[in-house]
């Protein structure tokens, strides 16, 4: 089992800036990439952007593009997202995913989630 750690969300002013932590533990030996999630009031849970254990980014929401950073510490299994000139759009409960490929397949982990509410 692998065990997903958030921190760092929170309030927020527009325009602000704040650094999503996600720490990975268990066994983790198969992980092979780690993300954010988001997921708005009524809305779906939406990819934001995933690294694998390579280093190779994938970014999925146009909308956070130039302003989010995603990148992990391989050494302490911890991804993070930094989020700049934040919007109130961005408000979302952000989750932290891992991949992990077995041979049935990919498998999910999943964090509890950390709130990020843009607002003045």
């Known amino acids: 089992q692998v065990q997903l750690v958030e921190s760092g969300g929170g309030l927020v002013q527009p325009g602000g800036s704040l650094r999503l932590s996600c720490a990975a533990s268990g066994t983790i030996l198969r992980i092979y990439r780690m993300g954010w999630y988001r997921q708005a009031p009524g809305k779906q849970r939406e990819l934001v952007a995933h690294?694998?254990?390579?280093?190779?980014?994938?970014n999925s929401v146009d909308s956070v593009k130039g302003r989010f950073t995603i990148s992990r510490d391989n050494a302490n299994n911890t991804v993070y997202l930094q989020m700049d000139s934040l919007k109130p759009e961005d408000t979302a409960v952000y989750y932290c995913n891992a991949d992990e490929l077995g041979v049935g397949g990919v498998k999910q982990y999943w964090g509890q989630g950390t709130q990020v509410t843009v607002s003045s």
């Open positions: 690294i694998t254990n390579g280093g190779h980014i994938t």
